[in-house]
Each structure stands twice: as C-alpha cells, then as structure tokens.
C-alpha cells in the first residue's frame, strides 16, 4: 500500500464481509456493531466462543461471496487469502483490511474511545495499533462522563436553532467547563516506591496539583518534571495554611478552566483524607470525580516498624482512629478502646497530644503499662520506631519527630522479634 493520511471523516454504515472467527476477528466486529454496520460473518471454523451465537457461515472464499460488498475485512490471519482478496478488490470494488498486514490494506482500523455521539479516534496509520490502543485509553480516563448529556444537548440546540456568533462563545465556554475532572489520589507514606501505579498513570495526565504537607519531595519533583503545575495546599498545626473551603474553591476553579486536576494526600484519602468533604463538594458542582487509592501511613508504618497489628491468640483486630477532631481539638472517645481491648489501636495524629493520652488514659484507668510505640517519618531513611508503655509517651515523643503514628496493645510487645526498618530506640 501506498503511504496514506488520516482523513476525519463519518462514514454511513457499509455492507461488510467478516472472514474469520477468532479472536481478532471477535474485536473487529465489536467495533462494527458499535458503529450499527451490517456485517456478514464467513470463517472455516469458529474459533473463539464470542461467535457461537452469531450467524457465521462456515466455508472457502470464493469470487462468489464478495459480490455487493463494499469493505472487506480479512482476520482469518491467512496470508494466502490476503493476498487473493488484494487482487480480487478492484473487480468487486470493496475497500480491504487485512488484519496486522499493512501492505494489503485500503484502510485501518483505528482505536476509538466513543461517548454515544461523541467519538475520539486514535490512528497511527497501521504503524502500531497497540499505541493507538494505549492512546485511546488514555483519552477515555481524561474524559468526563458528563460529555454524553453536554453532547445531546449541543445535539439539540444545533437542530432546532441557528446559533449566532454571542451562542458560540457561550457554548465553547461551557465545553470548557465540561471538560475539567478532579483525580483524588493517595500517594502512600512518603517515598516515589510506595506510589501505586495507578497514582503514577495518572500523574501523567495531570494539568495541575494541590499537594498536603505529607507528600514526600520525590513525588513533588517527578510532578514538576512532568510539566505539572504543583501548589502546596497543606494544613500544618500553628502555621497560617489553606482552609478546606478554599482548597475547594482552588480545585473547582481548575476543573472549570477544564483543567484536570490533582488533589495529592499523603496515604489513602479515605483514612482522614478528607476525601468526603472535596468529592461530595465537587459533585454538588457536577465535577467528575476519580478517586486513587494508597498505601496509607498507618499500616505501613506498622508493617516497616515490625509490628503485627493483628496478631493471632492476642490481637483479634486493628482500630485506626485519630486523636484529634476537626481544628485540632483532642478528645478521648478513642481510648475506651483500650480498656480490656482484644484489638490494636493506631492512632493517627497523636504525636502532639502524648500528654494528654497519659494523662486521660490513667483517669479513664488503663493501664500505663499498656506497650506502645511511636514510628516517626514513616517510609522514609529517616524512619524511627521508639518502643515503650501507656505511661511513657511523653518521654517517646521527645526521641522521634513528626509526623508520626502511635500503636497501642499488646502485640506491640509481642512483635519485638519481627525484622523492622530505620532506627529502634526500646526504653
């Protein structure tokens, strides 16, 4: 085949022959009912289960058969049949494809990501439709749902009315705004190692970021290396810090520039990310909204710090509770918890009120003696687990820095055994 270019055009459903029944053949034709051609199926065997339900007429390509069709599709993977269907196309006036056969081609297939009337498609002129694929794939996850009903309503408005230069700009400011999505995306203790994959793939196709204090400077400096713009959006205790109202705003304003934007968090979003109050305010402003997963601080920490949170014959579970409320107010409902507990508590955000724990933890009368620990600068070379009691907090927090987690039970004591990373400090 001749070197050829892409044209955007639609085409009206054709009359197709299908040869072949496997497994290639089975994606063709997926990609052609999508697109509601009328698709006749010929194949010496079926190969692949997709086809057993469908109409497949089993036999030889003859002259006969491609009469009155205007494409033609070889994936029977043939090369014998290829070539007779290349010269055959010019009596019988199809159009050819010739699967993974570029030289025997009029055509390509292309890699389409499809929104009901909304179709983006991804040609590489045959060179390599695993780009194209990987291509589309990635255009399908920028891409918000909320197109479809943006779609057919331009649909609408472009049949029942003739839209002046003032509706133009209107309507392309509204596409824009249609385009912006928000990824929520945990990014794990601290290190570039403990990023999931997901969470890189989608740094990937971030315009902008909104970063926590926690995330680590690896993770900050791959984002800038990408072109990402990043803003630092971290609360941090006694220091001026963004409100959660105007960390929403920020990420509302992005997403209608059409913009896709990153709000990073240091661990999973889930465990006190806040995750709730930015989804749930996004799609009150119908913002699309993904959300990314990660390894949260509070399982790592322990796992790196060779403590077993759930530890058979004496931990019958893990309780992940954090040691302040909203504005930093302590409070104390947590360490019930304590009294008799068959589980292991870890405790987020404790580091600063180790005073207070002993103090409330001793009026409540739980056992100072309770094993405990502190993992500073968890997932990071710094990392530090300082091993004592209930009683001995105030003292432990003074060895290690923050941020930090705190374990409380009695497999703590029992874990002493256990490889761990970093430092350990046992008083």
């Not at 009901?116 to 749902?145: E, F, Y």
Request: with cysteine; net charge positive.
């Amino acid at each position: 085949m001749q070197d050829s270019f892409t044209l955007p055009i639609a085409l009206t459903p054709k009359k197709t022959l299908l040869i072949g029944a496997g497994s290639v053949a089975k994606q063709k034709h997926i990609a052609l009912k999508d697109s509601k051609w009328e698709v006749q199926i010929i194949a010496k065997a079926i190969k692949d289960s997709y086809f057993r339900n469908l109409n497949v007429e089993i036999g030889e390509i003859q002259d006969s058969l491609l009469q009155g069709f205007e494409l033609v599709i070889d994936a029977s993977g043939d090369e014998k049949l290829g070539t007779f269907l290349w010269e055959k196309r010019k009596k019988f006036g199809y159009l050819l494809n010739v699967v993974d056969n570029p030289k025997l081609c009029d055509f390509y297939f292309g890699a389409i990501a499809r929104y009901q009337d909304l179709s983006v498609l991804v040609s590489t002129n045959g060179a390599s439709p695993i780009l194209a694929q990987s291509i589309r794939d990635k255009i399908a996850r920028i891409l918000p749902n909320s197109l479809e009903p943006l779609v057919a309503k331009l649909k609408k408005m472009r049949q029942n009315l003739k839209i002046d230069e003032s509706k133009k700009e209107q309507i392309k400011t509204e596409c824009k705004e249609s385009l912006g999505k928000v990824f929520i995306i945990g990014c794990g203790p601290n290190s570039l190692q403990s990023l999931t994959l997901k969470a890189l793939e989608t740094f990937e196709i971030l315009d902008v970021a909104l970063l926590d204090n926690l995330i680590g400077k690896e993770i900050w400096n791959l984002l800038e290396n990408l072109g990402v713009t990043c803003i630092s959006v971290g609360k941090q205790k006694g220091k001026p810090s963004y409100t959660q109202e105007a960390i929403n705003a920020l990420m509302l304003k992005y997403a209608k520039e059409g913009k896709n934007v990153g709000r990073l968090k240091g661990g999973d979003p889930v465990i006190f990310g806040r995750v709730f109050e930015e989804g749930s305010f996004l799609k009150s402003h119908n913002i699309e909204v993904e959300c990314v997963s990660g390894l949260s601080s509070s399982l790592n920490g322990a796992l790196s710090s060779g403590i077993t949170p759930t530890l058979r014959g004496v931990s019958a579970g893990v309780l992940i509770v954090s040691a302040h409320l909203r504005e930093s107010v302590f409070h104390t409902e947590w360490l019930h918890y304590l009294k008799d507990s068959p589980y292991t508590l870890i405790v987020m955000m404790a580091y600063s009120f180790a005073d207070k724990i002993v103090l409330n933890a001793k009026e409540l009368g739980i056992p100072l003696s309770l094993p405990a620990a502190f993992i500073s600068k968890v997932d990071s070379k710094e990392q530090k687990s300082i091993i004592g009691t209930l009683g001995q907090l105030e003292q432990m927090a003074k060895l290690c820095d923050k941020p930090a987690i705190l374990i409380l039970g009695k497999a703590v004591g029992e874990c002493l055994c256990m490889p761990f990373e970093g430092q350990r400090i046992i008083l």
